[in-house]
T-cell receptor
Framework: ETGVTQSPTHLIKTRGQQVTLRCSSQ?????VSWYQQALGQGPQFIFQ???????GRGNFPPRFSGLQFPNYSSELNVNALELDDSALYLC????????????FGPGTRLTVT | SQQGEEDPQALSIQEGENATMNCSYK?????LQWYRQNSGRGLVHLIL?????REKHSGRLRVTLDTSKKSSSLLITASRAADTASYFC?????????????FGTGTRLLVSP
């Protein structure tokens, strides 16, 4: 177990709705990254937060947004859901901005109908 | 976009045999990491090898890195049924200003008793 937790485990939403996913990082870690994994694919980087600020972003539209809180937990928000947003959403925590291991949570399975 | 490509896409072996998976990538990297994923769940970190390292061992795992060929291999010795999973390589590209992991498409390993 990595100590990274995510909620909820599963979620079903309708196209056009908004969703919030949550992640608690491993104790002592101040960096959280979010990834989207479509079925049969490798995870794709969405963005990263370091000390409550967005630190870097992948090739995802602005309707994907996030927050990091003072306790380093994080939220991923997706607005105007599309069918293609159906995926496993993974968060990973790590220490600092150095080139260290990232430890992943179990993921949230989002289905958009 | 996926940077890495794992080869083979799928591998089926008997318990006790060795399993070798290869990963190729496109850009210069800070490090390369290998992860395991069971049945669409969270990723488990296996090993990190830095760009100035050529080989690393962890238990039954041996990882090599050839930066001139932009390739890496993961060897699992004396495989067990519990090793059945998908294995991903993930690169940390240089010059992004932050740490993001770029995953390959994965190798599905099946170890039969």
């Amino acid at each position: 177990e990595t100590g990274v937790t995510q909620s909820p485990t599963h979620l079903i939403k309708t196209r056009g709705q908004q969703v919030t996913l949550r992640c608690s990082s491993q104790s002592g870690h101040n960096t959280v990254s979010w990834y989207q994994q479509a079925l049969g694919q490798g995870p794709q980087f969405i963005f990263q937060y370091y000390r409550e600020e967005e630190n870097g972003r992948g090739n995802f539209p602005p309707r994907f947004s996030g927050l990091q809180f003072p306790n380093y937990s994080s939220e991923l928000n997706v607005n105007a859901l599309e069918l293609d947003d159906s995926a496993l959403y993974l968060c990973a925590s790590s220490l600092g901005q150095g080139f260290n291991e990232q430890y992943f949570g179990p993921g949230t399975r989002l289905t958009v109908t | 976009s996926q940077q890495g490509e794992e080869d083979p896409q799928a591998l089926s072996i008997q318990e006790g045999e060795n399993a070798t998976m290869n990963c190729s990538y496109k850009t210069s990297i800070n490090n390369l990491q290998w992860y395991r994923q069971n049945s669409g769940r969270g990723l488990v970190h296996l090993i990190l090898i830095r760009s100035n390292e050529r080989e690393k061992h962890s238990g039954r795992l041996r990882v090599t890195l050839d930066t001139s060929k932009k390739s890496s291999s993961l060897l699992i010795t004396a495989s067990r049924a519990a090793d059945t999973a998908s294995y991903f390589c993930a690169t940390d590209p240089m010059n992004t200003g932050f740490q993001k992991l770029v995953f390959g498409t994965g190798t599905r390993l099946l170890v039969s008793p």
